[in-house]
Nanobody
Framework: QVTLVESGGGLVQAGGSLRLSCAAS????????MGWFRQAPGKEREFVSA????????YYADSVKARFTISRDNAQNTVYLQMNSLKPEDTAVYYC???????????????????WGQGTQVTVSS
């Protein structure tokens, strides 16, 4: 069982930045691909970004490309999502996910989540 704890959400003005973190309890963290998803009010959860177990592959939803950057630190059991040039439509609860399938793929589903965090709220004001 992997426990994931997100942090770093908050309220920011449009054009601002936030950095989300997701700390994993699993000491074999490097065996997992990791991803970020988000869910806005009244909408389904959607894929945002994913990173392979080694960090060698990353993929992004078209809506966040060139604005968001995913990274991981396997020594710290942590994955990050740097979010720049935030827009009001980025407002959502952001969830971290871990996948026992170590690699990710360039088509949907990019990642197959086995574990989820509890989510962190990101609100972007206009």
């Amino acid at each position: 069982q992997v426990t994931l704890v997100e942090s770093g959400g908050g309220l920011v003005q449009a054009g601002g930045s936030l950095r989300l973190s997701c700390a994993a309890s699993e000491r074999t963290f490097s065996n997992y691909a990791m991803g970020w998803f988000r869910q806005a009010p009244g909408k389904e959860r959607e894929f945002v970004s994913a990173i392979s177990w080694s960090g060698g592959r990353t993929y992004y939803a078209d809506s966040v490309k060139a604005r968001f950057t995913i990274s991981r630190d396997n020594a710290q059991n942590t994955v990050y999502l740097q979010m720049n040039s935030l827009k009001p439509e980025d407002t959502a609860v952001y969830y971290c996910a871990a996948s026992q399938t170590r690699e990710i793929q360039p088509v949907q589903p990019v990642i197959y989540p086995d574990y989820w965090g509890q989510g962190t709220q990101v609100t972007v004001s206009s």
